[in-house]
């Protein structure tokens, strides 16, 4: 088992396709484990803070409406 473990580590580091594919579904894997555990605890709609979709667009809107107060003045 820790061989394999072992091997496994040294053809992720060997392929850098491969280690984006590690660090992407890790990332992936991580924001899913999150957003469900915090949505059984608190609320249906908190996937949206982990989920890097919902972070974009809260970005994407926040800067819109920024610009929206700015050009009422």
């Not at 992720?12 to 605890?41: E, H, I, N, P, W």
């Not at 974009?56 to 107060?69: K, V």
């Amino acid at each position: 088992m820790f061989f394999l473990m072992l091997w496994n580590t040294f053809l992720v580091f060997s392929d850098g396709v491969a280690q984006f594919a590690f660090g992407f579904c890790s990332v992936m894997l991580t924001s899913t484990v999150l957003g469900l555990f915090t949505m059984v605890l608190f609320k249906p709609r908190s996937w949206c803070v982990y989920c890097p979709m919902g972070t974009m667009t809260q970005l994407i809107c926040r800067a819109r409406n920024r610009g929206d107060i700015i050009r009422s003045y």
